[in-house]
């Protein structure tokens, strides 16, 4: 039986917009430098592993879900040690990202060359949300890893750039 409380299906895109604003907010903020998406990634892959021996990379900044523990978790580093460990009480089935993905400066580049630049310059925009997902946002394949970067300006739909984390190319962009 499983004792956690039932949750409403909207928390989870708010969970995932929390995380990828760490992502890109940080970049923003001024409060930290920025740092490549992978910075981080071997202390918190291997905290995952210690917490479960299945637990997959499922989004980019922090989070990782074990399907034997049915749960998902989710790790910040800072400074080359974890900052933060909390479970995440939502049921959800996450398909770990693909292993190879590139990283989210190289991401950011197709992204500005794809219309991000140009969005930024003619709106006074900025880049308000960077997150790596598999499945979300990819037409032609929905098992495919992909960042999305969403710019976002004062009046304005904001504008979507979906970067194939395989290869870097823009797949589709779209205002909304």
């Avoid at 917009?17 to 940080?26: I, R």
């Avoid at 398909?95 to 006074?124: C, I, M, Q, T, Y």
């Avoid at 979906?162 to 190319?169: I, Q, T």
Wanted: negative net charge; aromatic residues 8%; contains cysteine.
């Amino acid at each position: 039986m499983d004792d956690r409380a039932p949750r409403s299906p909207l928390r989870l895109p708010l969970a995932v917009v929390c995380a990828a604003l760490c992502v890109a907010g940080a970049a923003h903020a001024g409060s930290a430098p920025p740092f490549a998406a992978r910075a981080g990634l071997e202390l918190a892959s291997a905290a995952a592993q210690a917490w479960s021996a299945d637990a997959a990379l499922v989004y980019v900044e922090n989070l990782f879900y074990s399907a034997s523990e049915d749960r998902a978790r989710l790790w910040s580093v800072r400074g080359g040690r974890i900052a933060a460990a909390e479970n995440l009480d939502m049921r959800f089935d996450a398909p770990p990202v693909a292993s190879g993905w590139l990283d989210s400066g190289a991401a950011l580049a197709a992204a500005e060359r794809g219309g991000g630049a140009e969005f930024r310059k003619d709106h006074g925009g900025r880049l308000e949300t960077m997150l790596l997902m598999r499945g979300a946002f990819s037409e032609g394949d929905p098992d495919e890893t992909t960042w999305t970067l969403v710019y976002r300006a004062q009046g304005v739909p904001s504008l979507f750039v979906v970067v194939s984390a395989a290869d870097g190319k823009v797949q589709r962009t779209w205002r909304g």
